[in-house]
């Protein structure tokens, strides 16, 4: 396979996790009935900075390890998306009282 075509998977399989996040994964955009595109225009900028607060967050926890916690099964069938790891660790931390704090994490 050429590189240059692996590149475009990956990006591709990157832009549809995004989408579906977008659509199911919590934001739900489909249903905001908003018709005004300014407004929308500035949903979107909000969405698109809680999207990077929560894959960061999501990022942190599979580094610490939390990952079994959150998404059941082996390692390699894995099917829940940075962001909506943080979802559920946000939903878990709710379930115990406990505040998600506000961690924006940068890994290079």
């Not at 549809?16 to 500035?42: C, N, V």
Request: hydrophobic fraction near 45%; aromatic fraction near 16%.
């Amino acid at each position: 396979m050429h590189p240059r075509h692996t590149e475009f998977v990956t990006c591709n399989y990157t832009i549809e996790t995004m989408f579906r996040d977008w659509q199911s994964g919590g934001f739900e955009l489909g249903k905001t009935g908003i018709t005004d595109h300014e407004r929308f225009a500035r949903l979107i900028i909000l969405v698109c900075l809680v999207y990077l607060w929560f894959v960061s967050i999501g990022r942190w926890l599979v580094k610490r390890g939390y990952r079994t916690l959150l998404d059941a099964g082996a390692s390699n069938a894995w099917e829940q998306s940075l962001f909506s790891l943080a979802v559920a660790w946000q939903n878990r931390l709710r379930s115990f009282d406990q505040p998600l704090r506000v961690l924006w994490f940068v890994y290079i």
